[in-house]
């Protein structure tokens, strides 16, 4: 059982980046979303889906829709480049996991 | 506030006991829904969570480690405490400690700035 993510995503500054993070039979769990620049620890960005931390831009959104919930960043920003993993639980519900993350390039 | 931060050796020989110590501040684990967890990162790979503990003293391990980790809390000093046995270079990776929250198995926030540790003879 695992999330699966994207390896990479590239999209130009001021278009929009969708991250989606999908499994088989997803536990009907919250999933939750960090940004992780080079040499930095995580930051949570998004959390229980589509709920956003203050101090998120707003341009940031989240949602879900079956099996696969997707980060959606609009208007996208040099800024924004970094390595994106979505968390949420193991098939029994009893421990976290992690996608494997996904690499978003500003060209 | 707060903060957290991760202390230890960066250099740990095979078949040592790799013990860290993430020390915070900003909240108290004797608070109600409270949790610190320990997460880890290879170089140039995913996050792997390894361990919860929580207010009330319950724990988690992850299921492919739970035989070779330990996660304890020292309330008082405001610290948890992760020891991971038998070292493999394998186990190599930077450790982060991270603040947790408003019920069990939730987010991560924030996160202290990792210790990077290798495992190496």
């Known amino acids: 059982y695992e999330l699966t993510q994207p390896p990479s995503v590239s999209v130009s500054p001021g278009q929009t980046a969708r991250i989606t993070c999908s499994a088989d039979?997803?536990?009907?769990?919250?999933v939750h979303w960090y940004q992780q620049k080079p040499g930095q620890a995580p930051v949570l960005v998004m959390y229980?889906?589509?709920r956003r931390p203050s101090g998120t831009p707003e341009r940031f959104s989240g949602s879900s829709s079956g099996a696969t919930v997707t980060l959606t960043i609009g208007g996208v920003q040099a800024e924004d480049e970094a390595d994106y993993y979505c968390q949420s639980l193991d098939r029994t519900g009893s421990f976290v996991i992690f996608g494997g993350g996904t690499k978003l390039t500003v060209l | 506030q707060i903060a957290l931060n991760e202390s230890g050796p960066t250099l740990v020989k095979p078949t040592q006991t790799l013990t860290l110590t993430c020390t915070f501040s900003g909240f108290s684990l004797s608070t109600s829904g409270v949790g610190v967890g320990w997460i880890r990162q290879p170089p140039g790979k995913a996050l792997e969570c390894l361990a919860l503990?929580?207010?009330?003293?319950?724990?988690h391990y992850s299921p492919s480690l739970k035989s070779r980790l330990t996660i304890t809390k020292v309330t008082s000093r405001n610290q948890v405490v992760l020891s991971l046995a038998n070292a493999d270079p394998v186990d190599t990776a930077t450790y982060y400690c991270a603040h947790t929250s408003s019920g069990k198995l939730y987010w991560f926030d924030p996160w202290g700035q990792g210790i990077p540790v290798t495992v190496s003879s």
């Open positions: 229980q889906d589509s």
């Open positions: 039979g997803l536990p009907n769990q919250y």
């Open positions: 503990i929580y207010w009330d003293d319950d724990k």
